[in-house]
């Protein structure tokens, strides 16, 4: 998984609690995502980074949180959980996010939430 | 809004048959990009067609852009069943900064 490791893997949290997913990578990249997956509605953007303590909204920012203090690691933040945040979130990188670039990305393994 | 969508949701092929999946959008785009899932695993990058660009290839992969009618195919020839997987397009914007947008992905099962 090109260097990106997610953690925790897993996670069973109850409504109302705060919950941090945390993304680590080795290759130096500058760009990192945050996406949901969920069943009908495919993968969805929460919020990326563009560099240490750059951030920026996706589609589904509502409820969300980021930081990125360090260029290897991006947190995704649910400052109080809800049943409707229950998904598998992945995180990605990229060297560019540029149109024309070297924009693929490059997943890590996914964290599969749930909240109770 | 999703850009791209795939076509057919899902697909059932034997071994050694083909597998066509298509992918239309709505704007103009730079390039398209296809990744695969397999289950409970993060998405592969499989191959990036840019709009200038009218086909090309990887391995067994096909991967066609027609701009015109705004549609991408991914052609995977003499499928075996490690090709079992998830496969989703993604987007760019025409120029500038841009995210990926995915599709809803096409399901591939070959047995």
């Known amino acids: 998984d090109a260097g990106i490791t997610q953690s925790p893997r897993h996670k069973v949290t109850e409504t109302g609690t705060p919950v941090t997913l945390r993304c680590h990578q080795t290759?130096?990249?500058?760009?990192m995502y945050w996406y949901r997956q969920d069943p009908g509605h495919g993968l969805r953007l929460i919020h990326y980074?563009?560099?240490?303590?750059?951030?920026d909204k996706g589609e589904v920012s509502d409820g969300y949180s980021v930081s990125r203090s360090k260029t290897e690691d991006f947190l995704l933040t649910l400052e109080s959980a809800t049943s409707s945040q229950t998904s598998v979130y992945f995180c990605?990188?990229?060297?560019?996010?540029?149109?024309?670039?070297?924009?693929?990305?490059?997943f890590g393994p996914g964290t599969r939430l749930t909240v109770l | 809004s999703q850009q791209g969508e795939e076509d057919p949701q899902a697909l059932s092929i034997q071994e050694g048959e083909n597998a066509t999946m298509n992918c239309s959008y709505k704007?103009?785009?730079?390039?398209l990009q296809w990744y695969r899932q397999n289950s409970g695993r993060g998405l592969v990058h499989l191959i990036l067609?840019?709009?200038?660009?009218r086909e090309k290839h990887s391995g067994r992969l096909r991967v066609t852009l027609d701009t015109s009618k705004k549609s991408s195919s991914l052609l995977i020839t003499a499928s075996r069943a490690a090709d079992t997987a998830s496969y989703f397009c993604?987007?760019?914007?025409?120029?500038?900064?841009?995210?990926?947008?995915f599709g809803k992905g096409t399901m591939l099962l070959v047995s």
């Open positions: 980074s563009y560099g240490v303590k750059d951030t």
């Open positions: 067609i840019r709009s200038n660009e």
């Open positions: 704007t103009s785009i730079n390039n």
């Open positions: 993604a987007t760019a914007r025409l120029s500038g900064y841009s995210t990926l947008t």
């Open positions: 290759e130096n990249h500058r760009y």
């Open positions: 990605a990188i990229s060297e560019s996010i540029l149109a024309g670039g070297r924009n693929e990305q490059f």
